[in-house]
T-cell receptor
Framework: DTGVSQNPRHKITKRGQNVTFRCDPI?????LYWYRQTLGQGPEFLTY????????KSRLLSDRFSAERPKGSFSTLEIQRTEQGDSAMYLC???????????FGPGTRLLVL | QKEVEQDPGPLSVPEGAIVSLNCTYS??????FMWYRQYSRKGPELLMY????GNKEDGRFTAQVDKSSKYISLFIRDSQPSDSATYLC??????????FGTGTRLQVFP
């Protein structure tokens, strides 16, 4: 069990560029969550998948954000036309369906210049 | 008003002290309560999980939930400098998304 992994760990981009992050959950977990954390705040829920189905999206997830989990394993989170306000730590977590304990990855830290 | 309130600190204590960390919440539907520890620039690490009301102990850590008061606590006994981190409370009405507090930054000095 290697835990949840996320890539890249850091990303610096210019405003207006597109970025994509990847999350690999714990292998036997069928649920995968994305959260965003800004400095001095707790993580905020963005969206989650059960297998390949996206079951819930937060209103924080604007039209510029899209997440996929095509084969029910890894997931990608894409941000189009990045804005400075998108600068944050993007966290991925996974769990078993019906289990309340979520395990987090190390996060991808995004800086939009 | 946020659903989960947590004092951001920082809380500074000497090594060996008993630390008390707290959160209050407004949603009476919350049933699952967790505490995560987050070191600087790292992902949150699950410390304790409690379902509904009651106490749970794991080594130096004790989690308490008082649903009647909508108040949860984490106690750390014999605190160590390695306990210096941000402690996040999180809760949920079901097994879906977690609602987090802002986190309390703890510093334990030798």
């Amino acid at each position: 069990d290697t835990g949840v992994s996320q890539n890249p760990r850091h990303k610096i981009t210019k405003r207006g560029q597109n970025v994509t992050f990847r999350c690999d959950p714990i292998s036997e977990h069928n649920r995968l969550y994305w959260y965003r954390q800004t400095l001095g705040q707790g993580p905020e829920f963005l969206t989650y998948f059960q297998n390949e189905a996206q079951l819930e999206k937060s209103r924080l997830l604007s039209d510029r954000f899209s997440a996929e989990r095509p084969k029910g394993s890894f997931s990608t989170l894409e941000i189009q036309r990045t804005e400075q306000g998108d600068s944050a730590m993007y966290l991925c977590a996974s769990s078993f369906e019906g289990r309340e304990t979520q395990y987090f990855g190390p996060g991808t830290r995004l800086l939009v210049l | 008003q946020k659903e989960v309130e947590q004092d951001p600190g920082p809380l500074s204590v000497p090594e060996g002290a008993i630390v008390s960390l707290n959160c209050t919440y407004s949603n009476s539907a919350f049933q699952y309560f967790m505490w995560y520890r987050q070191y600087s620039r790292k992902g949150p690490e699950l410390l304790m999980y409690t379902y509904s009301s009651g106490n749970k102990e794991d080594g130096r850590f004790t989690a308490q939930v008082d649903k009647s008061s909508k108040y949860i606590s984490l106690f750390i006994r014999d605190s160590q400098p390695s306990d210096s981190a941000t402690y996040l409370c999180a809760m949920s009405p079901n097994t879906d998304k977690l609602i987090f507090g802002t986190g309390t930054r703890l510093q334990v000095f030798p």
